[in-house]
């Protein structure tokens, strides 16, 4: 049983394309987090979000409490932006990950 | 800030030896976090501290795993006997609250190999 899904898996684009990643969930939750994983191995936390949107620079999330679904968006995409990206959340002191999104993003 | 220091940052073993894997958190975090990464399972939490106490460590594969945090600054992650099915990449986290609201910084990882 996954609490927690993403789509898609693998994700290839063009420079410059905007980017959707989808989360969705089955548990209740205080919080949603994005995380990124560069190709080296290393965990950046994005976002965390409750409710509404969140932006920074190019980046935004959105989050449907109700709906129990979460969205990852990549505006202007670049190579530099090539990660996997990992949709993160807890009901309370546990978390649940996502399988995570790998994007390629071609010059 | 040095961030969320662990070491080594790359372990192959045998299989049968014991393997033992360190993490620093950043001063100031109350709470640590341990995580297993592999590519069946992704990302899964092992056990986590808070104030040097283990509060959860339901998600503990088994006996051979075990973890403590002598101190404030300073947790380990032990395997004993290793398997070759504990080969993954192991994270350590930590923040200054367990609450969802609260971000986690993550250490760069030990990637464990054992034959």
């Known amino acids: 049983k996954n609490e927690v899904e993403q789509s898609p898996q693998n994700l290839t684009a063009q420079e410059g394309e905007f980017i959707t990643i989808n989360c969705s969930y089955s548990v209740g939750i205080s919080a949603l987090h994005w995380l990124q994983q560069h190709p080296g191995g290393g965990i950046v936390s994005l976002f965390m979000l409750s409710s509404g949107k969140k932006k920074h620079g190019r980046l935004i999330a959105t989050i449907n409490i109700q709906e129990k679904h979460s969205s990852l968006h990549i505006t202007a995409s670049h190579p530099r932006d090539s990660a996997v990206y990992i949709c993160a959340v807890s009901p309370g002191n546990q978390f649940y990950f996502g399988t995570g999104t790998s994007l390629t993003v071609i010059p | 800030d040095a961030g969320v220091i662990q070491s080594p940052r790359h372990e192959v073993t045998e299989m049968g030896q014991e393997v033992t894997l360190r993490c620093k958190p950043i001063s100031g975090h109350d709470y640590l976090f341990w995580y297993r990464q592999t590519m069946m399972r992704g990302l899964e939490l092992l056990i986590y501290f808070n104030n040097n106490v283990p509060i959860d460590d339901s998600g503990m594969p088994e006996d051979r795993f075990s973890a403590k945090m002598p101190n404030a600054s300073f947790s380990t992650l032990k395997i004993q006997p290793s398997e070759p099915r504990d080969s993954a990449v192991y994270f350590c986290?930590?923040?200054?609250?367990?609450?969802?609201?609260?971000?986690?910084?993550f250490g760069p990882g030990t990637r464990l190999t054992v034959l």
């Open positions: 986290a930590s923040s200054r609250r367990a609450s969802s609201y609260n971000e986690q910084f």
